[in-house]
């Protein structure tokens, strides 16, 4: 992962306020499907202005987090990431939100992932390595260890207000907003004998 130091520099930011919360740059989502959840990558998220998960790829969480993975987390779950050599992600997800009941927060970034494709699950023919489906047979299995689906939908996406590609008015009156008209007065005021 490649992440410019102003969005890392933010994301440390909003984790420094929000420590309990997984935080990260790359947003998933779980939805319940006809035979189980389903596992859903960036298009679902846009859709749905939603997203429940934050790959641990590009994040920041709390160190306490990875002693509650390798130590108090049900062997079982460990056992399973090994053992399919996959979900980690979800696996630190489910034990952050059943402990906190806390949503993960979205941070919009511009980052490079140049293991997309050459990951121990992407690496080979997409369609052949059954990744999204054994995505989401890792959600109904993580939810069955739990007894549970701790997951927490979020809308909240956080971006740094420097973002002049995204950070837009939310109306067209605020172009003409109270600060321009202060901007008038105190020109017009010292232009004034």
């Known amino acids: 992962m490649r992440v410019p130091c102003t969005e890392l520099s933010l994301g440390y930011e909003v984790w420094s306020a929000n420590e309990d ?39 920041f969480l709390h160190h306490k987090y990875f002693e509650l993975y390798s130590i108090a987390m049900p062997s079982e779950i460990r056992e399973y990431v090994d053992r399919h050599r996959n979900c980690e992600d979800l696996a630190m997800q489910f034990l952050i939100t059943n402990a906190t009941s806390l949503a993960p927060l979205y941070i919009k970034g511009h980052l490079s992932d140049l293991g997309a494709l050459n990951g121990i699950s992407t690496s080979q023919n997409l369609l052949r390595a059954g990744h999204m489906s054994q995505r989401s047979r890792c ?10 689906m701790p997951l927490k939908l979020s809308h909240v996406i956080l971006d740094s207000a420097s973002n002049q590609w995204h950070n837009q008015p939310s109306t067209w009156w605020e172009y003409i907003s109270s600060d321009l008209w202060k901007i008038y007065e105190d020109s017009s005021s010292r232009s004034r004998p």
């Open 21 to 59: 919360n997984l935080i990260g740059f790359m947003p998933r989502i779980h939805v319940m499907g006809t035979h189980g959840f389903q596992y859903r990558c960036w298009w679902s998220v846009w859709w749905r202005g939603a997203y429940s998960i934050i790959l641990t790829k590009a994040s």
């Open 139 to 148: 959600l109904d299995d993580l939810a069955s260890f739990y007894g549970t």
